[in-house]
């Protein structure tokens, strides 16, 4: 079992509603990263959380709304997704960001927008 | 910024046979090379990473080759079995975690 977990596992959603992805991790890590994956590709980075401040946007739509409440906690808030958004979204945490560490990802939520 | 190669894209291989899958990158100074295994319906799971001032890394049936050189990095598995099979990924990261990169990614299929 992964020590990241991601709700909900799925998602199905219209292009006008809002919902939100939940990641949690309890390993103590201090940097919590969103990735997107399309299907038979790598994963995309898309935002980096150091120290529950955020440090990268990778040039994401503001459709994608992060949050990290605390340590533990990490957010994608979701509006107004456009049907090429349906993908899986990893979320992953390491020990910093300031040098090179192991990221450790959850199994993901997957979307799919109607 | 940093551009990852993986091949091949699809490797089938006997049960018990070994797999290797190759990994090239461009900054020379990269200096940590993860390697990941993706199951259907899972996320990506660490299984094994080198850094830039180590050679080769085993652990059990897994082992992680570096040439800072030639810039590649390679993966081997010997004595594959049919859980192998998945989807492979290697990475690298140039500073720090904010920009490690991926390659494509292999499928690996382990014959019974």
């Known amino acids: 079992d992964t020590e990241v977990t991601q709700t909900p596992k799925h998602l199905v959603m219209g292009m006008t509603n809002k919902k939100s992805l939940k990641c949690e991790q309890h390993?103590?890590?201090?940097?919590m990263y969103w990735y997107k994956q399309k299907a038979k590709k790598p994963p995309e980075l898309m935002f980096v959380y150091s120290y529950e401040k955020l440090s990268i946007n990778e040039s994401v739509p503001s459709r994608f709304s992060p949050e990290c409440p605390n340590s533990s906690l990490l957010n994608l808030h979701l509006h107004a997704l456009q049907p090429e958004d349906s993908a899986l979204y990893l979320c992953a945490s390491s020990h910093t960001t300031g040098v090179v560490a192991p990221q450790h990802f959850g199994d993901g939520t997957r979307l799919s927008i109607l | 910024g940093e551009n990852v190669e993986q091949h091949p894209s699809t490797l089938s291989v006997q049960e018990g046979d070994s797999a290797v899958i190759k990994c090239t990158y461009s900054?020379?100074?990269?200096?940590?090379f993860p390697w990941y295994k993706q199951e259907l319906g899972k996320g990506p799971q660490l299984i094994i990473d080198?850094?830039?001032?180590?050679g080769e890394k085993k652990d059990q049936r897994i082992a992680v080759t570096l040439n800072k050189t030639a810039k590649h990095f390679s993966l081997h598995i010997t004595e594959t079995q049919p859980e192998d099979s998945a989807v492979y990924f290697c990475a690298a990261s140039l500073y720090n975690n904010n920009d490690m990169r991926f390659g494509a990614g292999t499928r690996l299929t382990v014959k019974p």
């Open positions: 080198i850094r830039s001032n180590v």
């Open positions: 390993m103590g890590h201090r940097a």
């Open positions: 900054d020379s100074a990269s200096n940590y």
